[in-house]
């Protein structure tokens, strides 16, 4: 698992690449929460979640293997996603998630609605 990335994936090196082409400045991985994409000026936090770890309900498919180990470890992440959305709304940030499928299939969009919100 160790090659598996968490952070510089696919979709989150592709939004943030549109992002900067529109001159959206944002900070990676910030503060205790670790947003993918900070846009503190704003207080605008953008997650990238990939379907697989953190249950695409379209995408996600169920492990077939090791169910005993997969099956807690992905509802965990699920539960830690939700929590840390809660703690940084309380402290004022507007949370956007997107799915790693929606930035692959629809990345202008998802520029686009970060560019709104950045505004």
Do not use: Q
Not at 44 to 64: E, N, S, T
Not at 86 to 108: C, I
């Amino acid at each position: 698992m160790s090659a598996i990335r968490s952070k510089h994936t696919l979709p989150e090196v592709l939004l943030r690449k549109a992002l900067r082409k529109k001159k959206i400045a944002y900070k990676l991985h910030y503060g205790k929460e670790k947003i993918d994409i900070a846009i503190t000026s704003k207080k605008l936090a953008v997650f990238v979640d990939g379907c697989f770890w953190h249950g695409c309900p379209k995408h996600g498919r169920k492990p077939k293997s090791n169910k005993a180990y997969w099956l807690p470890k992905l509802r965990k992440n699920i539960a830690r996603d939700k929590a840390k959305a809660a703690r940084l709304r309380a402290a004022g940030w507007k949370v956007v998630r997107f799915w790693e499928h929606d930035v692959l299939g629809e990345l202008k969009m998802c520029a686009k609605k970060v560019s709104r919100l950045a505004k």
